[in-house]
């Protein structure tokens, strides 16, 4: 048996207990599910695909947020106690579902949109752009092309825990992605959306999101490329 | 989100201004290793620093580079600490600059003009 402590209310609330029987290649997200399909089914909670693309079902699990429907009860539970809360920073619904609207309206504020420097019709006519796949800046997107939005880096990010207007490590991975992106047409407007005083030059490096992204991402050396790229266009006058 | 290119041209300022001090820190501690070890006497460090411009360039500079840096890096802490915004988070980091130029100017003046 598996003892596990969810939390339960919003931003007032307690930790209930409850005790789950233990599987074989139990995930968290199938503690919870069990929790709420058969002993109260009154719990809230997200989930969407079950297998890691779509970045719905985060959660903090004994302390640290984590995609749960790819963790493992046995990787995180050695001793048997779960302790399941919402993700940090964000606000709280119920029980385990928090309010993602700030974590993805900071994407929009970023520049998060992919706005192209021609018209689709353009595009169209003249064809596919043809990238090379092994240009720098091709390199540089993929490195963090495969966010799943799931919002883990924001939580663990103690900058945007102290300066709640920070943009976070997501939003400004997306907007370096879209930096080097060579269909894009926002340019030094992005450089502009992303380096004010809530923006890329507030982060600490740390690196608690590249520690901890699921996808093995590092948001903290795209925001590196934005500090470096809005710094060059600042000493050539284009910021 | 406000000023991107203030805030960029202060981060570069902060980052270069580490940089800059780094010369400095590390010449300071060979020099004081150097003085200590030598067992020179106040009054013999006094005399030698005494109306020496070259010391007073240095230790100029580096009183500047540390004032500059100190001051964004306080900045940066009262805006995230005290959630400090605009003119009142600006000047707080002014008046600790000038403060530690004026007390690190302070003490380069004494060294070279008083004598042991
Ligand atoms: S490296 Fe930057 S974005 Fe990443 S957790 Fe630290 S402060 Fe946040
Ligand atoms: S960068 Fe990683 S941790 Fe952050 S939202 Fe994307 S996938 Fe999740
Ligand atoms: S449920 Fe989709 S990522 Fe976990």
New binding site residues.
């Given amino acids: 048996m598996l003892d596990v402590a969810v939390w339960r209310g919003t931003t007032e609330g307690s930790f209930e207990h409850f005790d789950v029987p233990r599987s074989d290649s139990q995930t968290v997200l199938d503690v919870v599910t069990y929790i709420q399909r058969h002993l109260d089914t009154t719990l809230a909670y997200r989930f969407s695909c079950r297998v890691g693309v779509c970045?719905s079902c985060?959660m903090k699990v004994n302390g640290v947020a984590r995609?749960t429907c790819r963790t493992h009860v046995s990787s995180v539970a050695g001793d048997g106690h779960l302790e399941i809360a919402p993700l940090d920073h964000l606000p709280r619904l119920r029980d385990l579902v928090c309010d993602m609207t700030p974590f993805f309206e900071k994407w929009t504020r970023a520049g998060g949109a992919f706005v192209p420097f021609e018209p689709p019709e353009t595009t169209v006519k003249r064809g596919f752009a043809a990238i090379d796949p092994l240009s720098q800046k091709r390199l540089e997107a993929e490195a963090?092309i495969?966010?799943?939005?799931?919002?883990?880096?924001?939580s663990e990010c103690d900058t945007v825990g102290r300066l709640p207007e920070y943009l976070g490590?997501?939003a400004l991975?997306r907007a370096w992605t879209l930096t080097n992106d060579e269909r894009d047409g926002r340019g030094a407007s992005r450089l502009r959306a992303v380096a004010g005083d809530a923006g890329c030059h507030s982060c600490h490096t740390q690196m608690s999101?590249s520690e901890?992204?699921?996808?093995r991402?590092t948001?903290a050396a795209s925001i590196a490329g934005l500090k470096r790229a809005s710094a060059l266009a600042a000493l050539r006058g284009k910021l | 989100m406000t000023h991107p290119s203030r805030e960029t041209w202060l981060w570069l300022i902060h980052r270069g201004s580490a940089v800059a001090m780094l010369p400095f820190v590390a010449g300071h501690l060979i020099l004081m290793m150097l003085t200590v070890r030598s067992g020179l006497s106040a009054a013999d460090i006094l005399g030698r620093t005494q109306g020496s411009v070259s010391l007073v360039a240095y230790y100029g500079f580096f009183v500047l580079f540390v004032s500059v840096h100190a001051a964004l890096g306080l900045r940066t802490e009262l805006a995230e600490k005290l959630g400090w915004r605009g003119n009142r988070l600006d000047l707080a980091a002014a008046t600790m600059g000038l403060l530690l130029l004026a007390t690190g100017g302070r003490a380069v003046w004494a060294v070279y003009s008083v004598s042991a």
């Fill in positions: 970045g985060a995609w963090g495969e966010c799943i939005g799931c919002g883990v880096c924001y490590p997501a991975n999101c901890r992204c699921p996808k991402l948001p």
